[in-house]
């Protein structure tokens, strides 16, 4: 008897599916009310980073390369004040077998999904991971889909986001593409229902697991090369997963006093599940439309408990503009002879901002980059956001970039900065989302450690900003 289809029905139905798609009885972590066990969920499900990287190696991911930018930092010291002007160090991830830190999530999922017996992977997901889990698959022999949200409702269709669906198709993977609303989530749930394929989500232990791996070479990398631990460690924020994995490898490795800084696009303002707004924004990720709503509910996502927990690890949040990340994209290309894809220098464009600020003897660790090709060009998105009205012009980013409307690239690479986003703000804003979700504000004393570790902070601190959230609403 086939089950009945429709909206409400699936969505009924959507935890027995994604139970049997991902292979994790995630009651069995939960403690009392809020409260799970976050590290027996990852320890239990997940992956020592020494199966990890075994896992990794047998795909050819990881052990990537890590360059310190000579020409980038010559020129941060011409125009550094005195004194100041930290090296700048990359992680270049556009060289695993898809072009990305992805290959390391999706290399453990796929590996997971083909032990325990799927004949196929599906992944939700518009940015690069389609392209990883695609490749991850054809590696293993697995079938793959990938669903996209693609278009606005004139069938409009961002330039990188198209060429994302070619290279998933390059891999062999069949890709559906989607219009901007609620449907993603929804045919993501049919198609796991309908195939029995497992669910490569991007917040699963195992995804978060695959990235621990990247913080632990960063840390043994910047070892051999500088003889200490780096002191940033700058990492492009959207959905929280690469900051999370970054930052427990990094403590894994020891690097425990290294601080882990976190970079988005600043889009406040645009809503990514609107159809006019959709097309407004000229990066798929790593930008405030994911960075801010996926840290302050973390659960938001396609699993009941997200692995993905950024404020248990951020140490500062910074956003920089479109247009700095733009220029700084065609600056790695000129100055250093690495084209990479603009969203991987969200992360980069933070850094030598802050490398301005930070002491010479000081080093800074970008993360990450990406591939690039036709569609993830500057010149691409930027033509494409034209021809949707928006203003593209020179100036001074901070103050003539408005979201939605104007994409200023700098004159001068002094004019590259951060607008500092405080992560105390992002704390109270999980509280007021916690709040109005539980519909109560008192907590068992179970239920406020898990508080404490979930949001990195003191028992006083949580009573105080309970207070001010309860005032507010």
């Keep these: 008897m086939s089950q009945d289809r429709s909206y409400a029905a699936v969505m009924a139905r959507r935890a027995e599916i994604m139970r049997k798609a991902v292979g994790i009885d995630y009651e069995k972590f939960i403690i009392e009310g809020i409260a799970f066990d976050y590290e027996k969920m990852m320890e239990e499900v997940g992956y020592s980073i020494e199966e990890v990287r075994k896992i990794q190696a047998e795909t050819c991911v990881g052990n990537t390369p890590l360059v310190e930018l000579k020409n980038i930092n010559r020129l941060i010291k011409k125009i550094a004040p005195k004194g100041k002007g930290a090296r700048i160090f990359l992680k270049d991830e556009a060289t695993n077998p898809s ?38 698959a054809a590696k293993r022999g697995l079938k793959c889909i990938i669903v996209q949200e693609c278009y606005d409702s004139q069938w409009r269709g961002q330039p990188e986001i198209l060429e994302k669906g070619r290279a998933c198709e390059a891999y062999g993977a069949e890709v559906i ?5 609620p449907e993603l989530f929804y045919y993501t749930l049919v198609l796991l229902e309908e195939t029995g394929y497992f669910n490569a989500s991007l917040y699963s232990p195992y995804a978060i697991a695959g990235i621990e791996t990247l913080g632990y070479e960063i840390a043994e990398q910047m070892k051999e090369l500088t003889g200490r631990f780096p002191d940033a460690v700058v990492v492009t924020h959207a959905g929280g997963g690469l900051l999370t994995g970054t930052a427990r490898g990094l403590k894994k490795a020891g690097a425990t006093q290294t601080k882990v800084i976190g970079a988005s696009v600043d889009l406040r303002g645009l809503h990514m599940a609107s159809d006019t707004d959709f097309n407004r924004k000229y990066f798929t990720t790593g930008h405030t439309g994911f960075g801010i709503p996926f840290a302050v509910f973390p659960d938001r996502s396609d699993v009941p408990k997200n692995a993905a927990r950024p404020l248990r690890y951020m140490d500062r949040y910074v956003l920089v503009t479109q247009g ?43 993360n990450e980059t990406e591939y690039t090709g036709a569609g993830k060009l500057p010149s691409a998105q930027l033509t494409f956001a034209k021809k949707m009205g928006m203003i593209v012009k020179r100036g001074d980013p ?25 992560v105390e703000e992002m704390k109270k804003s999980y509280l007021k989302e916690l709040i109005k979700r539980e519909n109560r504000s008192e907590f068992t004393e179970t239920e406020m450690k898990f508080l404490e570790e ?11 900003w309970i207070e001010e959230v309860k005032k507010s609403l």
Excluded at 454 to 464: H, M, V
């Design 398 to 422: 901070i103050k003539e970039d408005v979201p939605g409307k104007v994409i200023a690239i700098p004159e001068h690479p002094s004019q590259i900065g951060v607008i500092e986003y405080p």
């Design 177 to 181: 593409q989607l219009t901007v609303g």
């Design 99 to 136: 072009g990305s830190f992805k290959d390391r999530r999706a290399a453990v999922s796929v590996y997971h999904a083909q032990k325990l017996g799927y004949k196929g992977v599906i992944a939700a997901t518009s940015g690069n991971y389609g392209a990883a889990v695609a490749s991850q």
């Design 454 to 464: 979930d949001l990195r902070a003191t028992r006083e601190e949580i009573i105080k």
């Design 324 to 366: 700095e990340v733009f220029y700084v994209t065609e600056m790695l290309a000129q100055l250093e002879g690495l084209q990479r894809g603009p969203a991987g220098n969200t992360s980069l464009t933070a850094a030598i901002a802050l490398a301005l600020e930070m002491d010479e003897d000081e080093t800074i660790v970008v």
